[in-house]
């Protein structure tokens, strides 16, 4: 089973691995096939899952909401994440894709979730990235309208600078509770740029997206080395693959992610969570560092 944790001080308890729908519209799932899916990660204890607005071309919430629709009893055993504050294409209002974080529109993309997802209340809602238009008092606004309703139960936002982050906590009077940022071998970035040593001296949990590289991991030639080393750890661990040992390789960070779990398929879900019970070293990890840099500490 998957460890519930607790995402920061007077924050929810969400699933350690949480369930990604980003690329739910290609799993070509019914919606009797979703719903199964779904009770299936969930009997695993993975509880928590991830959306976002637009995923699918705004599509992913509805096709998730039919599946609910069919076993309704699922919604009390989850906790669901949503974002918002993209504007695609996709709808053809927008002549270009942009950001967009005005007070109306954060409340209206998320009374529109909760119809979408067939549920009365979303457990978190992120402002999926920044905004260089962001006004920091409408977002705090429009926050605290969905809160004081009860229609969103917490707030954070997603890949948000250091500074990005604690000038929309400024504005609020209860804690954002999470920073959903890139994290894997090959995306290093938020490791040293102050992102994650932020979220550990406040005591907020990071959720990791892209863990595996969105598939670039095991597809380009590039990560040959990567993929090698990640071979070898894996045997010396035990592990049932080199998936299981990148997540351990996100999981082992001292400010504790949660990592995003991306497949539609059970087997593979099932095989993520493993990496909760491989206890890497520090050399396995730096050895995992420097095979995706290509270059050893200085």
Known sequence: MVERIVMAPQGPEFSRMVMGYWRLMEWNMTPQALAGFIEQHLDAGITTVDHAD??????CEAAFGEALRLAPQLRERMQIVSKCGIAT???PEHAIGHYITG???IICSAEQSLKNLVTDRLDLLLIHRPDPLMDADEVAEAFLKLHQSGKVLHFGVSNFTPAQFMLLQSRL???LVTNQVEISPLMQDTLLDGTLDQ??????RPMAWSCLGGGRLFSDDSCAALRLELQVVAQELGAASIEQVVYAWVLRLPSRPLALIGSGKIDRVLNAIGALKLDMTRQQWFRIRKAALGYDVP
């Open 54 to 59: 637009i995923y699918g071309e705004y599509r």
């Open 89 to 91: 294409r996709a709808k």
């Open 103 to 105: 007070r109306d529109h």
């Open 173 to 175: 009077p209860f804690t």
């Open 199 to 204: 979220l550990q001296q406040l005591r907020i």
